[in-house]
C-alpha cells in the first residue's frame, strides 16, 4: 500500500482551511460534517460558505496565511491556486508535524482525500492514490449505485440493540450468526422500505425470542472460483468468500481470485500439483469436516466449477456424512472459460453439434478413455488435464478415426494475463505445444471449431496485470 487508510476523530478539534474559493468551501464542508471547529482564512469567501451545515462551529479570519494561525489546529486544508503561497502553507504546517493536505497538489500533501461514499455511520473511502482520480471516482459511483443509502440506518439501528445483544448471547459466534441473519433478513428488508419502526420491534422480539444454541457447527461454501480471471466470479462466490472465517484452496486458485476472500480469514493452501499432493484428498476432506464443527465458516475455493474435475462430490459426501451443513457454488468452469477467451465457440452449427469434456491425465503411459466415442464428426472435445499425455492423445484420435488435420488448440492460463493460445492439427500439435514450452494449467481443444480462433480472438492477454495471474496445476 502506498497509503494508510485510516479514519480520524476531529469532533470538537480546530481545523484550519486556507482559502475561500467554493473548493475551499467543499473542503470546510467535510470537517464541518466530521464535527471540527473550522477556521477560514481568506480574504472573502465564496458564496457555498454560507450555506454549509455547522456554520455555528465555522470561523472566518479575514485576510492571508499567516503561520500563527496553526497555533491550535489538528488538521490543514489548503485550497489555494498560487501554488508558491501553498507551499509556504504546506512547509508551516509540516514544521509542526500537522497533517495538511494541499488541493490538486499531491507532492505538497501529508495525507490525502479520498472519495467517500457516507452512509454514516457506515463511511467507505476510495482512492487511487493519485494514479487514476478518474477510476476512482468512477468505482465510487458504482458503489454508491450498490449500497443502498439506507444501510447506514441499518447500522444506527444495530448499534442501539449491541448491548441487548451481547447480554443475550454469550458467545461471539452466536452474536455474528444473529446478526448475519438479522442483516438479511425482514429487518434490514424493512429498513430500507423506511418502516424503521417496525424494524425496531421486529428486532426486539427476535432478540427477546431467539434461544442461543448450544451447538457449535460451522458450515461449508463449496465455491467454484472460476479459470483465473477473478472479474469471472459470481456474486454468491463473492459473498460467501467475502463471509467465511476460513479459506481453504488449491493450487489452481488465482492470486487475484484468492485476494477476493475476506482479508482477515485463516487461508489454508492444500496444494494438489501433478504428483505433489500437499494434502492427500481424505485430508481435505476430514479438515473441512474438523473445521466446520470448531464452528467455522469454511470457504472451500476450488479453481472453475467444483463439480467439473474438481472433486467437490467427494468433498461434500464426507460433509453429508457427518451432518456439515454446506453449499455449492458453481463456478465458470476451465473448458467455458478459456473457449470465450480463446474465442473458439465449443458449439457451432456449422461446426460441432455436441461438446464433450474429458481428462487427459496419463495413468501408467496411457489414458483409459473411451475413444470411439471421442473420434466423431461434429463434436468438440476438451481435454482437461491433458498437457503431458498431448502426444498419446493426438496419436489416439487418429487412430481412431479422426483426420491428421483435424484443427486443435492448446491454451496454456485461459482468462488471465498471461493466457497464451497455441493452435494446429493433430499431428502437429504436440509438436508446437514443445517448442512453445507451454506450462500447466492448460486446456486442449479438438475440432474445426478451433479455425474459427483466427477470425474470433478477441483477447488481448498483458503481462502487467500480475494479479490475474493463475498458478500453474497439472497440465
Ligand atoms: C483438476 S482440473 C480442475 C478443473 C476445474 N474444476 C474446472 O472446472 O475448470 C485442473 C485442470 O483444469 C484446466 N484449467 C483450469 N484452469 C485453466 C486455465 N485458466 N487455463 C487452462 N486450463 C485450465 C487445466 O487442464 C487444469 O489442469
Not at 503561520?67 to 489546529?73: E, N, W, Y
Not at 479459470?227 to 466470479?233: T, V
Not at 477476493?260 to 482477515?264: A, K, W
Given at each position: 500500500m502506498d497509503f494508510l487508510p485510516i479514519f480520524v476523530d476531529i469532533r470538537g478539534k480546530h481545523c484550519l482551511v486556507v482559502g475561500g474559493s467554493d473548493v475551499a468551501a467543499r473542503k470546510a464542508s467535510l470537517l464541518l460534517n466530521a464535527g471540527a471547529k473550522v477556521t477560514v482564512v481568506a480574504p472573502e469567501l465564496a458564496a457555498p460558505f454560507k450555506d454549509l451545515p455547522g456554520q455555528e462551529r465555522l470561523q472566518h479570519r479575514i485576510g492571508s496565511f499567516d503561520?500563527?494561525?496553526?497555533?491550535?489546529?489538528e488538521l490543514v486544508m489548503c485550497a489555494l491556486e498560487d501554488k508558491n503561497a501553498a507551499r509556504i502553507v504546506a512547509d508551516a504546517a509540516k514544521a509542526r508535524h500537522l497533517p495538511v493536505n494541499v488541493v490538486d497538489t499531491p507532492e505538497l500533501c501529508s495525507f490525502i482525500m479520498p472519495s467517500i461514499i457516507d452512509r454514516s455511520p457506515i463511511l467507505i473511502a476510495i482512492t487511487s492514490g493519485g494514479a487514476s482520480p478518474v477510476l476512482a471516482r468512477m468505482l465510487r459511483a458504482r458503489l454508491e449505485s450498490m449500497i443502498p443509502s439506507a444501510y447506514g440506518r441499518l447500522s444506527a439501528l444495530a448499534a442501539q440493540f449491541r448491548d441487548k445483544v451481547k447480554a443475550k448471547f454469550s458467545r461471539s459466534e452466536n452474536r455474528r450468526m444473529f446478526w448475519e441473519k438479522v442483516f438479511q433478513g425482514p429487518v434490514a428488508e424493512m429498513v430500507f422500505a423506511g418502516q424503521d419502526k417496525a424494524a425496531a420491534e421486529v428486532l426486539e422480539s427476535l432478540i427477546a425470542n431467539e434461544i442461543e444454541p448450544d451447538t457449535n457447527m460451522g458450515e461449508v461454501y463449496l465455491v467454484g472460483g472460476g479459470?483465473?480471471?477473478?472479474?469471472?466470479?459470481t456474486f454468491r462466490a463473492l459473498r460467501l468468500m467475502q463471509q467465511a472465517d476460513v479459506v481453504v484452496y488449491d493450487n489452481l486458485v488465482s492470486p487475484g481470485v484468492l485476494e477476493?476472500?475476506?482479508?482477515?480469514a485463516d487461508r489454508i493452501y492444500v496444494g494438489k500439483k501433478r504428483d505433489n499432493h500437499a494434502l492427500p484428498q481424505e485430508g481435505i476432506n476430514e479438515l473441512l469436516v474438523r473445521l466446520a464443527k470448531e464452528g467455522k465458516r469454511v470457504l472451500r475455493l476450488k479453481g472453475g466449477d467444483p463439480f467439473i474435475f474438481g472433486r467437490g462430490g467427494e468433498e461434500i459426501e464426507t460433509l453429508a456424512a457427518n451432518k456439515v451443513p454446506f453449499q455449492v457454488v458453481p463456478g465458470i468452469t476451465a473448458a467455458s472459460g478459456v473457449a470465450s477467451y480463446a474465442g473458439?465457440?465449443?458449439?457451432?452449427?456449422?461446426?460441432?453439434?455436441a461438446c464433450v469434456f474429458v481428462t487427459g491425465h496419463l495413468k501408467d503411459g496411457t489414458m483409459n478413455l473411451d475413444w470411439d466415442m471421442l473420434a466423431r464428426p461434429h463434436q468438440t472435445i476438451v481435454i482437461y488435464m491433458g498437457l503431458h499425455g498431448l502426444p498419446v492423445l493426438c496419436e489416439k484420435l487418429i487412430a481412431h478415426g479422426?483426420?491428421?488435420?483435424?484443427p486443435a488448440a492448446i491454451v496454456q492460463q485461459?482468462?488471465?494475463?498471461?493466457q497464451r493460445v497455441v493452435t494446429g492439427t493433430l499431428s502437429t500439435l504436440p509438436g508446437i505445444a514443445a517448442e512453445a514450452k507451454l506450462h500447466a494449467p492448460t486446456l486442449i481443444i479438438v475440432g474445426t471449431?478451433?479455425?474459427l480462433h483466427e477470425k474470433l480472438k478477441w483477447f488481448n492477454p498483458k503481462e502487467?496485470?500480475?494479479?490475474l495471474d493463475a498458478a500453474p496445476l497439472e497440465g
Open positions: 503561520p500563527t494561525l496553526l497555533d491550535g489546529v479459470p483465473g480471471n477473478p472479474d469471472l466470479l477476493m476472500s475476506r482479508r482477515d473458439i465457440p465449443l458449439t457451432h452449427r456449422e461446426h460441432a453439434q479422426l483426420t491428421k488435420d483435424t485461459g482468462t488471465t494475463s498471461k471449431v478451433v479455425t502487467s496485470q500480475d494479479l
